[in-house]
């Protein structure tokens, strides 16, 4: 299960509950396919998030 931690830029960061580190960020979904991005720290993640 996930948790939205911050939404930037109309995009969800969000990491697995009870865990430290490790968020994505979905950028399309499809039918059976997604594009996601893994990042360590919630700065990148923003970072990237602010740049699409």
């Known amino acids: 299960m996930y948790e939205v931690v911050k939404v930037v ?3 969800e ?3 697995m509950v009870g865990t430290r580190g490790f968020y994505h960020v979905n950028v399309r ?3 059976g396919w997604r ?3 893994t990042f360590r ?3 990148a993640a923003t970072a990237f998030c602010l740049s699409l």
Do not use: L, M, P, S
Request: aromatic fraction near 14%; hydrophobic fraction near 20%; glycine fraction near 14%.
């Open 9 to 11: 830029n109309g995009y």
């Open 41 to 43: 720290t919630i700065k």
């Open 29 to 31: 979904e499809g039918k």
């Open 35 to 37: 594009e996601f991005h």
């Open 13 to 15: 960061i969000t990491r």
